[in-house]
Protein backbone atom coordinates (compact mmCIF):
# COMPACT_ATOMS: atom_id res chain seq x y z
CA UNK A 1 0.00 0.00 0.00
CA UNK A 2 1.46 3.69 -0.67
CA UNK A 3 1.60 5.85 2.24
CA UNK A 4 0.03 8.88 0.62
CA UNK A 5 -3.37 8.90 -1.64
CA UNK A 6 -3.72 12.26 -4.00
CA UNK A 7 -7.11 12.58 -5.21
CA UNK A 8 -6.91 14.74 -8.67
CA UNK A 9 -10.66 16.06 -9.35
CA UNK A 10 -10.77 17.47 -12.75
CA UNK A 11 -13.13 19.01 -15.70
CA UNK A 12 -12.93 20.41 -18.96
CA UNK A 13 -8.92 21.42 -17.29
CA UNK A 14 -6.93 18.89 -20.26
CA UNK A 15 -5.19 22.53 -20.73
CA UNK A 16 -4.06 22.82 -17.16
CA UNK A 17 -4.10 18.93 -15.37
CA UNK A 18 -0.72 17.75 -17.38
CA UNK A 19 1.24 20.86 -14.83
CA UNK A 20 -0.84 19.20 -11.81
CA UNK A 21 -0.03 15.38 -12.97
CA UNK A 22 3.70 16.39 -13.36
CA UNK A 23 4.21 18.21 -10.04
CA UNK A 24 3.39 14.51 -8.52
CA UNK A 25 5.80 12.55 -10.42
CA UNK A 26 8.06 15.21 -9.71
CA UNK A 27 7.66 14.46 -5.97
CA UNK A 28 11.22 13.57 -3.93
CA UNK A 29 8.89 10.93 -2.54
CA UNK A 30 7.79 7.45 -4.60
CA UNK A 31 5.88 6.12 -2.06
CA UNK A 32 2.02 7.84 -3.32
CA UNK A 33 -1.15 7.03 -5.29
CA UNK A 34 -2.49 9.26 -7.70
CA UNK A 35 -6.41 9.10 -8.43
CA UNK A 36 -7.11 11.24 -11.43
CA UNK A 37 -11.43 11.76 -10.74
CA UNK A 38 -12.55 12.95 -13.97
CA UNK A 39 -15.85 14.40 -13.86
CA UNK A 40 -17.78 13.78 -16.64
CA UNK A 41 -15.45 15.67 -18.91
CA UNK A 42 -16.50 17.16 -22.44
CA UNK A 43 -12.72 18.04 -24.13
CA UNK A 44 -9.82 15.85 -23.72
CA UNK A 45 -9.32 15.62 -19.99
CA UNK A 46 -9.76 11.93 -19.97
CA UNK A 47 -7.61 10.90 -22.88
CA UNK A 48 -4.72 13.25 -21.06
CA UNK A 49 -5.34 11.27 -17.94
CA UNK A 50 -5.22 7.75 -19.51
CA UNK A 51 -1.91 8.62 -20.69
CA UNK A 52 -0.74 9.50 -17.67
CA UNK A 53 -1.96 6.33 -16.06
CA UNK A 54 -0.43 4.18 -19.05
CA UNK A 55 2.99 5.57 -18.29
CA UNK A 56 3.31 5.26 -14.00
CA UNK A 57 1.55 2.38 -12.56
CA UNK A 58 0.80 4.67 -9.22
CA UNK A 59 -1.89 6.36 -11.09
CA UNK A 60 -4.93 5.39 -11.61
CA UNK A 61 -8.89 7.14 -13.30
CA UNK A 62 -12.02 7.29 -12.21
CA UNK A 63 -14.40 8.53 -14.87
CA UNK A 64 -17.73 10.03 -13.47
CA UNK A 65 -20.73 9.14 -15.72
CA UNK A 66 -21.91 12.27 -15.23
CA UNK A 67 -20.81 15.16 -14.00
CA UNK A 68 -21.03 15.34 -10.21
CA UNK A 69 -19.18 18.39 -9.22
CA UNK A 70 -16.20 18.85 -6.67
CA UNK A 71 -17.25 17.45 -3.63
CA UNK A 72 -18.84 14.29 -4.32
CA UNK A 73 -15.89 13.62 -7.50
CA UNK A 74 -13.68 13.70 -3.88
CA UNK A 75 -15.29 10.94 -1.97
CA UNK A 76 -15.01 9.24 -5.00
CA UNK A 77 -11.64 9.30 -5.33
CA UNK A 78 -11.32 9.05 -1.95
CA UNK A 79 -13.20 5.41 -1.67
CA UNK A 80 -10.60 4.10 -4.03
CA UNK A 81 -8.03 5.35 -1.89
CA UNK A 82 -5.64 2.90 0.15
CA UNK A 83 -2.95 5.18 1.47
CA UNK A 84 -2.91 5.91 5.12
CA UNK A 85 -2.51 9.68 4.46
CA UNK A 86 -4.89 11.41 2.45
CA UNK A 87 -4.66 14.66 0.24
CA UNK A 88 -6.40 16.22 -2.60
CA UNK A 89 -5.31 19.10 -5.19
CA UNK A 90 -6.60 20.80 -7.84
CA UNK A 91 -5.97 20.14 -11.60
CA UNK A 92 -4.40 23.65 -12.12
CA UNK A 93 -2.57 24.54 -8.87
CA UNK A 94 1.04 22.89 -8.11
CA UNK A 95 2.94 21.05 -5.67
CA UNK A 96 6.35 22.01 -5.46
CA UNK A 97 8.90 19.01 -4.97
CA UNK A 98 9.02 18.37 -1.40
CA UNK A 99 5.45 18.82 -0.47
CA UNK A 100 4.08 14.80 -0.02
CA UNK A 101 6.95 14.28 2.05
CA UNK A 102 7.08 17.56 4.19
CA UNK A 103 3.32 17.07 4.41
CA UNK A 104 3.55 12.97 5.94
CA UNK A 105 6.64 13.63 7.98
CA UNK A 106 5.16 16.21 9.74
CA UNK A 107 2.10 14.00 10.36
CA UNK A 108 4.44 11.07 11.57
CA UNK A 109 6.51 13.22 13.98
CA UNK A 110 2.92 14.75 15.44
CA UNK A 111 0.80 11.33 16.38
CA UNK A 112 -1.72 13.23 18.01
CA UNK A 113 -2.36 15.80 15.19
CA UNK A 114 -5.02 14.79 12.49
CA UNK A 115 -4.30 17.74 9.81
CA UNK A 116 -1.18 19.41 8.86
CA UNK A 117 -1.22 22.11 6.41
CA UNK A 118 1.51 24.63 5.10
CA UNK A 119 2.18 27.91 3.24
CA UNK A 120 1.71 29.13 0.15
CA UNK A 121 2.54 31.13 -2.98
CA UNK A 122 -0.24 32.44 -5.12
CA UNK A 123 0.71 32.68 -9.20
CA UNK A 124 -0.96 34.36 -12.24
CA UNK A 125 -2.01 31.93 -15.12
CA UNK A 126 1.75 32.77 -16.30
CA UNK A 127 3.07 30.91 -13.37
CA UNK A 128 4.15 34.37 -11.95
CA UNK A 129 4.06 34.83 -8.17
CA UNK A 130 1.48 37.06 -7.58
CA UNK A 131 1.64 37.02 -3.62
CA UNK A 132 2.08 34.51 -0.50
CA UNK A 133 -0.30 33.30 2.30
CA UNK A 134 1.52 31.89 5.49
CA UNK A 135 0.31 29.40 7.49
CA UNK A 136 -2.26 30.58 10.34
CA UNK A 137 -2.82 29.25 13.67
CA UNK A 138 -5.48 27.01 13.85
CA UNK A 139 -7.81 29.51 16.07
CA UNK A 140 -8.00 31.76 12.85
CA UNK A 141 -10.51 28.94 11.67
CA UNK A 142 -13.86 30.81 12.85
CA UNK A 143 -13.37 33.22 10.36
CA UNK A 144 -10.78 31.90 7.67
CA UNK A 145 -10.05 28.88 6.02
CA UNK A 146 -6.78 28.80 7.40
CA UNK A 147 -5.76 24.98 6.25
CA UNK A 148 -5.77 26.48 2.06
CA UNK A 149 -4.94 24.33 -0.44
CA UNK A 150 -1.99 22.67 1.02
CA UNK A 151 -2.77 20.12 3.35
CA UNK A 152 -2.72 16.17 4.45
CA UNK A 153 -4.48 13.74 6.88
CA UNK A 154 -5.15 10.85 8.72
CA UNK A 155 -7.38 8.67 6.77
CA UNK A 156 -9.26 8.32 10.07
CA UNK A 157 -10.34 11.88 9.74
CA UNK A 158 -12.01 11.39 6.61
CA UNK A 159 -13.44 8.27 7.42
CA UNK A 160 -14.80 9.97 11.01
CA UNK A 161 -16.58 12.74 9.08
CA UNK A 162 -17.88 10.42 6.34
CA UNK A 163 -16.07 12.34 3.48
CA UNK A 164 -17.04 15.89 2.04
CA UNK A 165 -20.80 17.28 2.54
CA UNK A 166 -22.27 16.48 -1.01
CA UNK A 167 -24.75 19.54 -1.18
CA UNK A 168 -21.94 22.58 -0.30
CA UNK A 169 -20.03 22.10 -3.43
CA UNK A 170 -17.46 25.74 -3.37
CA UNK A 171 -17.13 25.45 0.69
CA UNK A 172 -16.72 21.31 0.84
CA UNK A 173 -13.09 22.60 1.86
CA UNK A 174 -14.07 24.78 4.77
CA UNK A 175 -16.77 22.37 6.03
CA UNK A 176 -14.36 20.09 5.84
CA UNK A 177 -11.93 21.62 8.31
CA UNK A 178 -14.52 22.63 10.43
CA UNK A 179 -16.05 19.61 11.11
CA UNK A 180 -12.92 17.96 11.87
CA UNK A 181 -11.85 20.30 14.13
CA UNK A 182 -14.08 19.53 16.44
CA UNK A 183 -12.47 16.21 16.65
CA UNK A 184 -8.76 16.27 15.84
CA UNK A 185 -5.81 18.86 16.17
CA UNK A 186 -4.50 20.34 13.24
CA UNK A 187 -0.60 21.86 12.99
CA UNK A 188 0.34 24.68 10.53
CA UNK A 189 4.35 24.38 8.95
CA UNK A 190 5.61 27.08 7.77
CA UNK A 191 7.14 25.64 4.72
CA UNK A 192 5.62 26.65 1.36
CA UNK A 193 4.59 24.17 -0.48
CA UNK A 194 2.36 24.60 -3.03
CA UNK A 195 1.50 26.79 -5.59
CA UNK A 196 -2.15 28.26 -6.29
CA UNK A 197 -3.18 29.43 -9.13
CA UNK A 198 -5.56 32.78 -9.43
CA UNK A 199 -6.88 32.99 -12.52
CA UNK A 200 -10.50 34.48 -14.24
CA UNK A 201 -11.83 30.44 -14.50
CA UNK A 202 -10.81 30.14 -11.13
CA UNK A 203 -13.88 29.07 -8.54
CA UNK A 204 -13.00 31.42 -5.61
CA UNK A 205 -12.73 34.24 -8.14
CA UNK A 206 -15.47 33.99 -10.40
CA UNK A 207 -18.70 32.86 -7.82
CA UNK A 208 -17.33 34.67 -4.96
CA UNK A 209 -20.75 36.33 -3.91
CA UNK A 210 -22.09 32.51 -3.67
CA UNK A 211 -19.48 31.53 -1.45
CA UNK A 212 -20.01 34.13 0.66
CA UNK A 213 -23.44 33.60 1.08
CA UNK A 214 -22.67 29.64 1.78
CA UNK A 215 -20.01 30.64 4.47
CA UNK A 216 -22.68 32.19 6.28
CA UNK A 217 -24.73 28.80 6.10
CA UNK A 218 -21.08 26.93 7.50
CA UNK A 219 -20.78 30.03 10.39
CA UNK A 220 -24.91 29.29 11.49
CA UNK A 221 -24.17 25.81 11.64
CA UNK A 222 -20.74 24.95 12.84
CA UNK A 223 -20.13 28.22 15.10
CA UNK A 224 -22.01 26.76 17.98
CA UNK A 225 -20.49 23.50 17.96
CA UNK A 226 -16.75 24.55 17.92
CA UNK A 227 -15.93 24.27 21.83
CA UNK A 228 -12.38 25.32 21.44
CA UNK A 229 -13.19 28.83 19.86
CA UNK A 230 -13.19 31.95 22.40
CA UNK A 231 -15.22 34.66 22.35
CA UNK A 232 -12.63 36.56 20.38
CA UNK A 233 -12.51 33.62 17.84
CA UNK A 234 -16.16 33.84 17.82
CA UNK A 235 -16.06 37.88 17.70
CA UNK A 236 -14.13 37.51 14.80
CA UNK A 237 -15.74 35.01 12.58
CA UNK A 238 -18.98 37.78 12.87
CA UNK A 239 -17.25 40.91 12.62
CA UNK A 240 -15.88 39.13 9.20
CA UNK A 241 -19.43 38.03 8.15
CA UNK A 242 -20.78 41.44 8.98
CA UNK A 243 -18.05 43.13 6.49
CA UNK A 244 -18.24 40.34 3.98
CA UNK A 245 -22.36 40.29 4.11
CA UNK A 246 -22.38 44.94 3.91
CA UNK A 247 -23.08 45.42 0.02
CA UNK A 248 -25.14 41.95 -0.02
CA UNK A 249 -27.43 41.28 3.02
CA UNK A 250 -27.34 44.49 4.90
CA UNK A 251 -29.81 43.86 7.67
CA UNK A 252 -28.14 40.36 8.04
CA UNK A 253 -24.57 42.04 7.66
CA UNK A 254 -25.88 44.77 10.82
CA UNK A 255 -27.08 41.31 12.96
CA UNK A 256 -23.87 40.01 12.73
CA UNK A 257 -21.97 43.14 13.93
CA UNK A 258 -24.11 43.44 16.79
CA UNK A 259 -23.19 40.32 17.53
CA UNK A 260 -19.47 40.76 17.32
CA UNK A 261 -20.19 43.81 19.71
CA UNK A 262 -21.53 41.70 22.28
CA UNK A 263 -18.92 39.46 22.42
CA UNK A 264 -15.72 41.08 22.61
CA UNK A 265 -16.94 44.97 23.22
CA UNK A 266 -13.56 46.46 24.18
CA UNK A 267 -12.14 44.74 20.55
CA UNK A 268 -14.85 46.47 18.57
CA UNK A 269 -14.32 49.48 20.33
CA UNK A 270 -10.64 50.02 19.75
CA UNK A 271 -11.01 48.84 16.08
CA UNK A 272 -14.07 51.64 15.67
CA UNK A 273 -12.06 54.11 16.94
CA UNK A 274 -8.80 53.21 14.68
CA UNK A 275 -10.92 52.99 11.81
CA UNK A 276 -12.22 56.72 12.48
CA UNK A 277 -8.32 57.95 12.92
CA UNK A 278 -7.40 56.42 10.11
CA UNK A 279 -10.33 58.15 8.29
CA UNK A 280 -9.91 61.55 9.55
CA UNK A 281 -5.95 61.17 8.89
CA UNK A 282 -6.66 60.74 5.49
CA UNK A 283 -9.02 63.70 5.50
CA UNK A 284 -6.69 66.30 7.12
CA UNK A 285 -4.17 65.14 4.86
CA UNK A 286 -5.76 65.37 1.69
CA UNK A 287 -7.19 69.01 3.01
Known sequence: MPRISVVLPTYNRAHWLPRAVESVLAQDTPDWELIIVNDCSTD??????????????????????????????????????????????SDDN????????????????????????SALTLVDAEDRP????????????????VVGAAFMYRRAVHEALGGYDETLFLVEDYDFWLRASVQFQMLGLPDDLY???MHDQNLTI???????????????????????????????AYALMALELREIAPERARRYQM?????????????????????????????
Open 44 to 89: DTAAVAERFAAQDARIHVIHNPVNRKLPASLNVGFAAASGGYFTWT
Open 94 to 117: LYRPQALRTLADALDAHPHVGIVY
Open 130 to 145: VGTRPSLPMRYLTFKN
Open 195 to 197: LAR
Open 206 to 236: SRKQEIILLREELLLRHLPRLTWANRKDRME
Open 259 to 287: QAWRLAPHVMARRALLHWLRRHTSRTSSA
